[in-house]
């Protein structure tokens, strides 16, 4: 599907699109095609419940959807308006359409709204994270160390990836956030690591991958 819209996206132009009519039928597949998308991944993301607006995807892509729909609509509705067999470069040209409709104004807005908010919630967390930090000392334990001790007990990579947030002392929400799953996930695994480690807390694991 996405072969055939590359190439009648790309083709079409060359049959002269010049009236509403031709005009609809060139935008009409991929506004379609996004609003699917969206409602598709909507779906996808509804199982993630964050309090964090950067998680808050399925939300983002419903709204995607549904200004996709309000645009479809005022396309047809302004095509059926001006007449779908007029000249669209002439009723530009005249004036008679003078700017975008409504819902794509909208749509410019909540995305770039949805941007900045993603940017602040990455550079925020950049900032704020805090180092691993033990008695007397707050270095990090080289990779290869922590390498070593999840093949040894058996980690899976998730729980490996799990496994260096914890050493960074990274809370179950701000790993959720990370890796995009679930808060009780996150607790699962963790639950999982420190099974398998013999400990039973974050601190005892700490000492015993840095005393190894």
Sequence with gaps: MEVLLFIWLVMFPLLGVRTGFLYVCYLLPFQLLVIVLAFIGSKSFGGVTQKSIFLKLDVFLRVVGILGI????????????????????GLVASGAIRSRNIGENIFQIIIAAYLIAVAGHFFVGKIAAKPIHDEGSTERLPEEVVDTYATSVGLSLREREILGFLLEEKSAQEISELLFISVGTVKSHTHNIYQKAGVGNRMQLLQKIKYL
């Design 70 to 89: 309000v645009i479809v609509f005022e396309d047809v509705v302004t095509g059926l308006y001006y007449g779908l067999g007029n000249d669209v470069a």
